[in-house]
């Protein structure tokens, strides 16, 4: 099986989903189904409308990606706020670094900075 480099960068764990040391699989899918390994069929995959607005992207539909931290095809929800803010590093794998600008008030000198 293979797989086209898109989206995300072309980050490797994109591209091959065993490449961790542990067996990577989504929790939600039976790999072993009998009636899929007679037709050598691929393992249905899990995915799901995060709502939102958002709509869900054709990778976490018909892609090989195994993601924890995916909110489409892994175990994360997005709850009540959205981030807005500058991305500062994409170094640490399947994660980001935002910075965001507010104000902060100093009670001393009663006053914003």
Not at 27 to 45: C, D, E, M, Q, Y
Not at 47 to 53: D, I, P, T
Not at 81 to 89: E, M
Not at 92 to 103: C, N
Request: charged share 30%; net charge positive; with cysteine.
């Amino acid at each position: 099986q293979t797989a086209i480099m898109s989206g995300k960068a072309g980050h490797p764990a994109y591209f091959d989903p065993q490449s961790e040391k542990a067996y990577m699989k989504q929790p939600t899918v039976f790999k072993n189904k009998k009636s899929l390994i007679k037709k050598g069929t691929l393992a249905p995959r899990f995915f799901k409308n995060v709502g939102l607005g958002f709509r869900t992207p054709q990778d976490a539909k018909e892609g090989v990606y195994i993601d924890k931290k995916c909110p489409w095809a892994g175990n994360v929800s997005i709850r009540g706020k959205l981030l807005r803010g500058i991305v500062v590093s994409t170094k640490m794998k399947r994660t980001i670094v935002i910075r965001r600008d507010y104000l902060h008030y100093i009670k001393k000198y009663n006053r914003y900075e």
